[in-house]
């Protein structure tokens, strides 16, 4: 089973703070790395997402470091906020398996005000 | 209606009850998907359909039947569950092309309890 690995489980991160979240993934074959966010009593949501031809991309207070010969990659969200409590997901694929994505366990984030 | 839409949005049913869910894409994509979501566990891919043909089956349960009418349609058919079976189970679609991977939407989701 080709398997992406997350931590942490839960996170705790005060208003204004960094939150990361990490993921390892093992088939050096995966070419597509997106972030899913998910609400309580929502379905997940693409957040942001890279491939490995870049070592990092942001979209506002969101950006993924991505380090291929570590084959790991990870979520940095800057200034966090109470809003950004979610559940997120890493995920892995490639490109000519029909859009199946393999995801991580999630991670709980909370961001107390 | 825009997105994933999928109903009922929560089931309790009997181990011994037979049930559908139902999912409609209102996006024009070409590929949908079932997944379960259980607590503390990745998301489950259960069923892939690419162009109304069914692409995967990941070793599940026979008491799981999906139907694929169309491309905007997508059922998962319920019998004899048991309560290990009891999840979120969330559709989701994407346009697939040879090109490469696009973002998979997901709906809100069906939340299953089996007594």
Same mark, same amino acid.
């Given at each position: 089973q080709q398997q992406v690995k997350q931590s942490p489980q839960s996170l705790i991160v005060q208003k204004g703070g960094i939150s990361i979240i990490n993921c390892a993934y093992e @088939? $050096?074959?995966?070419d597509y790395f997106p972030w899913y966010q998910q609400f309580p009593g929502k379905g997940p949501a693409l957040l942001i997402a890279i491939r490995p031809d870049v070592s990092e991309k942001k979209e506002g207070r969101f950006t993924i470091s991505f380090n291929k010969s570590a084959k790991q990659f990870s979520l940095h969200i800057m200034d #966090?906020? *109470?809003?950004? %409590?979610a559940t997120y997901f890493c995920a892995a694929s490639k490109g000519?398996?029909?859009g199946k994505l393999i995801f991580g366990q999630g991670t709980e984030l909370s961001v107390k005000p | 209606e825009t997105g994933v839409t999928q109903t009922p949005r929560h089931l309790v049913m009997g181990m011994t009850n037979k049930k559908s869910l139902k999912c409609e894409q209102h996006?024009?994509?070409n590929a949908m998907y079932w997944y379960k979501q259980s607590a503390k566990k990745p998301l489950e891919l259960m069923f892939v359909y690419n162009f109304k043909e069914? $692409? =995967? @089956?990941? #070793?599940? *349960? %026979?008491?799981f039947s999906p139907e694929c009418p169309n491309s905007s349609h997508l059922f998962l058919h319920l019998h004899t569950?048991? *309560? =290990?079976?009891s999840a979120l189970y969330l559709c989701a679609s994407s346009q697939v092309s040879s090109g490469g991977v696009d973002t998979q939407y997901f709906g809100p989701g069906t939340r299953l309890t089996v007594l």
């Open positions: @088939n $050096t074959a995966f #966090s906020q *109470p809003g950004d %409590s000519n398996q029909g | 996006l024009g994509h069914q $692409t =995967e @089956n990941n #070793s599940v *349960p %026979s008491r569950l048991q *309560p =290990e079976d």
